[in-house]
């Protein structure tokens, strides 16, 4: 995680506007919200508003793919997904280093998180099937992060110094370790012939209903290598099952859309969650690590702790992965 963070001084707010070629008069920069890669600031110019992301992971930024994830995205735009659009600087690149930090710029989206993701079941699969049917290439070098995690060994050892160091979440932790075993079986990596290009982060919390009362898809910066089975099973983890319940309507609404909407991937048993589960367990590793290291600011120590704590609770169990596969392979 990066050590430095963006401030809003006169000279950072002039400094980014000329990158971008906008008029640095009246210019003003606001921190928004933040997540678990960035934060959002709002840039008000005299013309319009952006939305300039600050980005917390410098050494996971892989500036050669972002032409591509652009191009993604804009090729799903065209097929009916809403989002928000990458601008580039002066010089052309996506990438804009302000002091110690870099930054992304994109259009700006006035609207409001969702607060009753079933109420958008439709909308997922749609969206999702609109993404999958271009059957977009994959490119460049595979991101293990979505189909690979921490060794047992390595779970263990975590578990040991967040004892010994006293960690909020430690006894939770430990107590988690045989399901985190029990998990990590089924986290197997992509057979090659399945991957396409995909969003892979379709969370609620990537998604806007804006001032026209439609859905817009934001953060793209985990575009890569995937396999359509295991986003839809992903997507139907991360929006339709709550407290360790799935919502049996939301998730048939959700096939049943994608597959009208001309999706292919069927979920064919719990190894369809491969995705979903290195992601939740790679997560907790990293935000843990990240408080191990114990380098990072006070806020984000604190959103670490708050991120493994919840991170554990969510880790589903065997049985509710069976019946969801179960239920959405009807």
């Not at 045989?178 to 995909?198: G, K």
């Amino acid at each position: 995680m990066c050590s430095a963070e963006l401030t809003a001084t006169a000279e950072t707010v002039d400094h980014l506007c000329r990158r971008y070629g906008f008029p640095t008069r009246h210019a003003r920069l606001t921190p928004t919200v933040r997540g678990a890669n960035g934060r959002i600031w709002r840039l008000d110019t005299t013309d319009t508003r952006y939305a300039v992301k600050e980005l917390f992971w410098e050494h996971d930024v892989r500036p050669e793919a972002i032409p591509h994830e652009v191009a993604f995205r804009n090729a799903t735009v065209r097929n009916g997904v809403r989002s928000p659009a990458s601008i580039p600087n002066v010089d052309g690149s996506y990438l804009t280093r302000l002091g110690n930090v870099l930054v992304r710029l994109y259009t700006w989206v006035d609207g409001h998180p969702i607060t009753t993701p079933s109420n958008a079941a439709s909308w997922v699969g749609r969206t999702l099937a609109q993404m999958h049917v271009l059957h977009y290439p994959a490119t460049g070098p595979h991101d293990h992060w979505f189909d690979r995690c921490p060794s047992s060994q390595e779970w263990r050892q975590l578990a040991r110094d967040a004892t010994t160091a006293q960690a909020v979440w430690a006894p939770q932790l430990a107590q988690a370790l045989p399901l985190v075993d029990e998990l990590s079986i089924l986290v197997t990596p992509v057979a090659t012939d399945e991957l396409i290009t995909c969003h892979l982060d379709l969370h609620p919390s990537n998604v806007l209903l804006n001032d026209n009362q439609e859905l817009v898809l934001l953060d793209w910066d985990n575009t890569g290598n995937g396999s359509a089975e295991r986003e839809l099973a992903s997507a139907l983890m991360a929006w339709h099952v709550h407290n360790g319940r799935p919502n049996d309507a939301a998730v048939l609404a959700t096939v049943k859309a994608y597959r009208a909407a001309g999706g292919q991937a069927s979920i064919t048993g719990t190894h369809s969650f491969g995705t979903h589960l290195a992601t939740s367990l790679n997560y907790i590793h990293v935000w843990a690590d990240t408080i191990r290291a114990s380098s990072a600011s006070a806020e984000h120590l604190d959103f670490a702790n708050r991120q493994v704590t919840q991170g554990l609770n969510r880790l589903p169990t065997p049985q509710l992965l069976t019946s969801l596969a179960e239920l959405a392979g009807r």
